[in-house]
């Protein structure tokens, strides 16, 4: 027997996890704190000790299995040379000289996940996954050969990943569950993880970093209060101004009037508009109107949703092609819940700065914002996705302020193509650069672009 050595020393928390006995293991994970790294090596520690086993890597998505999952493989790869027979890029199958087997595969091809004789699962962010997907697709596969599985996740409010762990929590001979937070990697600063309190509201600070099961249920957006309400605002020449819409015919149209300051970043809005039954020209003159009460000349870009509500169209033209001829038109399509995570940030961040500031005068996008819930996350015995309720009262408003938000503060980690729940916001796109502090003028490392926030450095940010 030759021995193989892989660069991996596992952090304590880890060590635990590669001890445990049990057959089904269990972690919520918050963001960063190594689930994937360590269930990767769970999966190769067991095809390399079990000849001939049947071993499955499976992620929400195809191309997380690709990105996440295979490119864990490929950076063992040479190192395992000596125990490879085969590895087929194309299909992620790996085959070992052992006759063990490590397929990679995605929740999203359900066809793919009919199998049998399963010896070994590692199933990373689960909790993003169909609960059948486990229950009855992956489970049941387990069962002939009384297979293994190590199941790690991110909590995503108390889904039916919490019913989950919270059965893996009772201590058996079976199941055992382990709660791990972003501080447990020490690899990541706690410089870093202060940056990212500054990024995240305290429900999703909780949430991705300390890996809770925060319930979504009550108010979406339950940090905002009084503090977010301002008098007299009126936009400035250290302001960019930018509308957020939801258009409708039936449904009414909803804009929101936004300045976002150069400098600091906070953004205000000033305005608002509401109209049912209200043909797009009359609207156009209506944002014309308001503009021009507030001294606006210029308009960087009116952000929509993407469909721009093609099936209130009555001409023929959408309102977004209306729009065109007078405005830019940004329209970039974003997942419910990140972008609610973004708006969240703005409204109050987890180190308890808001960033997000509204006239007094917007009473209608006030009171959506408070009268803005979850829908319940049960029907009948079923749990549902937690998304807010659309009672058409007051989402049209919350819909508007989103686009705004998403369109005008893109991240990597609010774009629906290929989002990845690990994406949320580690994953940068740029290198670091340096920037000067709007106020003290001091350099600072940023890594997102020049001409988006911060900026202020740190210091300066802190005693705004
Ligand atoms: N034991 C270790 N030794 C060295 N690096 C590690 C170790 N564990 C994790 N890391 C590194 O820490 C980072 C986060 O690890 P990993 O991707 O496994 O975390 P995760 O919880 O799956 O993160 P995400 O929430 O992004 O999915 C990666 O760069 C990984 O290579
Ligand atoms: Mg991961």
Redesign the pocket.
Known sequence: MSTITLD????PH?VELHCAPQRFKVIA??????????SFQEILRYALSHSNSLCWWVSPTYNEARE?GFSEFEKYEEQLQPAILSANRTLMRVTFRNGSKLYFKGADRRDSLRGRGINFLSI??IAFMEEETWTKILRPALADKQGQAVL?S?PDGKNWFYKLFQQASKPTSTYKAWT?TTYD?I??SHDEIAAMKQELSTFDFRQEILAEFVSKSGQVYDDFNEDNIIKDFKPSQNHDIYIGADFGYANPTFLTFMAVDRYSGNVYQFAEIERSHTKIQIIIDEIFETLSTFGVKEVKAIYTDPAGNADEITSGESPVDVLRKHFTVHNIGSKIAPGLSLVRSYIKNAAGKRKFFISETCTKTIEAINGYVYAPATRGNQSIKEEPLKDGIHDHACDALRYFFVNCFPQNRYLTDDIK???YF??ETSKPIIKKCAKCYNPFVSKTPKDVPPFLCTKCFEEQ
Do not use: M
Request: no cysteine; proline share 7%.
């Open positions: 991996y020393a596992p952090f880890q994970g918050g963001r960063r704190s190594g689930k994937t790294k360590s996440v990373d962010e790690t991110s791990w990697n690899l990541i729940p690990k994406s580690v994953e």
